[in-house]
């Protein structure tokens, strides 16, 4: 079973800027589709972005279309969402998940298509 960590959450000001990661317990994560989604207290969890294997392909939500960027580091086994420009609307508790679906479109972000979840990290945004 693979077991993923998230880390880099925190407290910041509007506008600020955090950068997420996910880690694997072993090697494999190279291995899986990741996917970031959100969950805010009272709300649905919500898909936020995707990417491929060969981090040739993303996927975003609209809400942060243009703000935010998922990446890959297969060498370091780690995956990273870098948030800029946060608004109040961003605050929850962000998980990483995988997958061994491929990314296709904006439909691969559907948290029942993945499988292994991490425990999540809260981001919390101040005005």
């Known amino acids: 079973q693979l077991q993923l960590v998230e880390s880099g959450g925190g407290l910041v000001q509007t506008g600020g800027s955090l950068r997420l990661s996910c880690a694997a317990s072993?090697?494999?994560?190279?291995?899986?589709?990741i996917g970031w989604f959100r969950q805010a207290p009272g709300k649905e969890r919500e898909g936020v972005s995707c990417i491929s294997r060969s981090d040739r392909s993303t996927v975003y939500a609209a809400s942060v279309q243009g703000r935010f960027t998922i990446s890959r580091d297969n060498a370091k086994n780690t995956v990273y969402l870098r948030m800029n420009s946060l608004k109040p609307e961003d605050p929850a508790v962000y998980y990483c998940?995988?997958?061994?679906?491929?990314?296709?479109?904006?439909?691969?972000?559907?948290?029942?298509?993945?499988?292994?979840w991490g425990q999540g990290t809260q981001v919390t945004v101040s005005s």
């Open positions: 998940a995988a997958t061994n679906r491929l990314v296709s479109d904006y439909t691969t972000l559907d948290a029942s298509n993945f499988n292994s």
């Open positions: 072993d090697n494999t994560l190279n291995y899986y589709t």
